[in-house]
């Protein structure tokens, strides 16, 4: 039979732990930008032209390689996975722009200059850079 004293310490050991076991649950989840990592093999071919117009258009927030900024969040990211955000959310978001939902960086206002074509090519190079890194 435990003593009262070691009987506290030994909860106060598991609150603590369940503590920290909720925060890393939290961290994995929405509000952490450094979450992905980046992809770090040669862009294919049939991505480049994706890759050209995601530098162009969308990595000023969502990062080289869709790591993530301070302005905007990782699209290399297990929430922006097919079955999460599937294709069309990503011609939505270029079209109408995306009220803030999931992170704390605002709204992102809508793409000027590209077209449904553009963005296509951007969502293949987004897909190839989340299996890169583990997504599907
Ligand atoms: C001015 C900054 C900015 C630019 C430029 C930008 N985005 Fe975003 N984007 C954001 C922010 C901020 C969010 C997160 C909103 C939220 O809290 O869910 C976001 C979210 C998204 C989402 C998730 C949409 C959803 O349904 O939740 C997609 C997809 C996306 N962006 C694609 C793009 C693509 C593709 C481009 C380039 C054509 C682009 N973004 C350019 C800031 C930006």
């Known amino acids: 039979m435990q003593s ?11 609150g603590l732990s369940l503590l920290v076991a909720v ?5 994995s989840g929405a509000t952490n930008p450094e979450a992905a990592k980046p992809a770090g093999g040669a862009t294919p071919a049939e991505v480049q032209v994706g890759e050209a117009k995601f530098s162009a258009n969308c990595a000023g927030c969502h990062g080289v390689r869709g790591v993530g900024t301070k302005q905007g969040p ?3 990211h297990k929430i ?22 999931h992170w704390e960086f605002g709204n992102m206002p809508k793409i000027e ?4 074509g553009d963005v296509d090519h951007i969502i293949r190079y987004v897909r190839w850079l989340q299996r890169e ?4």
């Open 4 to 14: 009262g004293v070691e009987m506290n310490v030994w909860l106060r050991g598991a």
């Open 23 to 27: 925060l890393a649950a939290c961290e």
């Open 74 to 76: 990782p699209l290399v």
């Open 80 to 101: 922006y996975e097919p079955n999460h955000h599937a294709d069309v959310a990503f011609q939505r978001a270029a079209e109408n722009g995306v009220r803030a939902h």
């Open 113 to 116: 200059g590209v077209t449904a």
């Open 133 to 136: 890194a583990g997504i599907y």
